[in-house]
């Protein structure tokens, strides 16, 4: 799973020479750069209008050129965008103007003609406009309402392919970028965890109080690295306990769910039950007690003491065959234990709640 879409980058190639736009659309793995294929002009006029009626991130431009020249489609670029990447192609003789062009926040300049070495040098400016864009996205993006829920999601799902790949993303992001993610990732995790423990009324997490204290924690930190290793081991420590919290749900309602259907055999006890789960007794014992606020003894005996109390109300079943049903291999004990539950003996409890003849 991609933790964010990154939109390819738009380029546009301007120059007067057919032949050299061909090889630059022919000889750029484009796909492989993250960009569509390059739009086309062979002028400063045509590439204007272009830029009209569709948004591009990159222009790569030759100076001299008729009807508007790069130098001057520079200028009025900047007057409206200042986002857009500007690359001139320069050669010898116009080496001077390329400088003049620094002005206007040009990038980079490559020299014509252009031969390998300057194709492997438009790869790198292209491929380092296009990180850079892809990671400015991904910086507004993370703050949006729709990776918000997908963050959620993820934290629910325990998908940790998709926070790896998140903090991946974050450590290229700048300074000021990632602090601000990072505590608005504290505020997410905070908020699952309200949501996930809202019966543990003692978690930390709880509280607003607990958001603060790790916000302060992060910004005494020196380091933006130090910073996303610290939440990055809180989202691992939250997707670690969720994953603790779905093992025990389950092993607490396998236990359930023994008991429920084998109360009946006298050898249905704590020991037993653990057997069954391949667990120790006493781990299973305290896990038990602590996700129902009962014991699990106490759990066998009132399913038994459920049935037994439901065979005396409607039926005429013997008090001693009672017992057995229940798994009570003595029925002096199976007394002791139903009066203990009710206050009654089993056949007071009979003659006041059992069917009349």
């Known amino acids: 799973m991609s933790a964010l879409h990154m939109e390819k980058m738009n380029v546009l190639i301007v120059d007067d020479d057919k032949n050299l736009c061909?090889?630059?659309?022919?000889?750029?793995?484009?796909?492989?750069?993250?960009?569509d294929a390059p739009e086309v002009a062979y002028n400063g006029q045509h590439a204007w209008e272009i830029m009209q009626s569709?948004?591009?991130?990159?222009?790569?431009?030759?100076?001299?050129?008729?009807?508007?020249?790069?130098?001057?489609?520079?200028?009025?670029?900047?007057?409206?965008?200042?986002?857009?990447?500007?690359?001139?192609?320069?050669?010898?003789?116009?080496?001077?103007?390329?400088?003049?062009?620094?002005?206007y926040g040009v990038t980079d300049y490559i020299l014509k003609?252009?031969?390998?070495?300057?194709?492997?040098?438009?790869?790198?400016?292209?491929?380092?406009?296009?990180?850079?864009?892809?990671?400015?996205?991904?910086?507004?993006?993370?703050?949006?309402?729709?990776?918000?829920?997908?963050?959620?999601?993820?934290?629910?799902?325990?998908?940790?392919t998709f926070f790896e790949e998140l903090f991946v993303n974050l450590r290229k992001t700048d300074k000021a970028s990632s602090l601000n993610a990072c505590m608005y990732l504290l505020r997410i995790l905070n908020e699952h965890h309200q949501s996930a423990d809202k019966e543990k009324s003692d978690s930390l997490m709880l509280s607003d109080s607990f958001y603060e204290k790790k916000c302060r924690d992060l910004l005494a930190m020196n380091t933006a690295e130090e910073r996303i290793q610290y939440v990055q081991e809180q989202y691992e420590k939250a997707l670690q306990d969720a994953g603790d919290e779905s093992r025990n749900a389950y092993i607490v309602h396998q236990t359930k769910a023994l008991i429920e259907e084998n109360y009946y055999l006298p050898e249905c006890n704590v020991t037993w039950i653990s057997g069954k789960l391949y667990m120790q007794p006493a781990y299973v014992g305290r896990l038990f007690s602590?996700?129902?606020?009962?014991?699990?003894?106490?759990?066998?005996?009132?399913?038994?003491?459920?049935?037994?109390?439901?065979?005396?109300?409607?039926?005429?079943?013997?008090?001693?065959?009672?017992?057995?049903?229940?798994?009570?291999?003595?029925?002096?004990?199976?007394?002791r234990a139903f009066r203990n539950r009710f206050g009654l003996s089993p056949s007071e409890y009979r003659q006041k709640h059992g069917k009349k003849a």
């Open 290 to 335: 602590k996700k129902t606020g009962i014991g699990l003894a106490e759990y066998i005996v009132e399913c038994r003491m459920k049935q037994a109390s439901l065979l005396l109300r409607e039926s005429n079943v013997p008090v001693n065959e009672i017992a057995a049903k229940v798994g009570y291999s003595y029925s002096n004990y199976f007394t």
């Open 22 to 35: 061909k090889c630059l659309v022919k000889l750029l793995p484009w796909e492989e750069l993250n960009c």
């Open 113 to 160: 003609p252009i031969n390998l070495e300057g194709i492997e040098s438009l790869k790198k400016i292209i491929g380092g406009a296009a990180s850079v864009k892809g990671i400015q996205e991904w910086s507004h993006q993370l703050f949006g309402r729709e990776y918000s829920d997908k963050i959620r999601e993820a934290l629910k799902g325990q998908n940790f």
């Open 54 to 103: 569709k948004k591009i991130d990159l222009v790569i431009s030759d100076l001299k050129m008729p009807v508007m020249d790069g130098m001057e489609l520079c200028r009025i670029i900047r007057e409206k965008f200042t986002d857009i990447i500007i690359v001139f192609l320069s050669a010898y003789e116009d080496f001077s103007i390329a400088q003049k062009a620094m002005r």
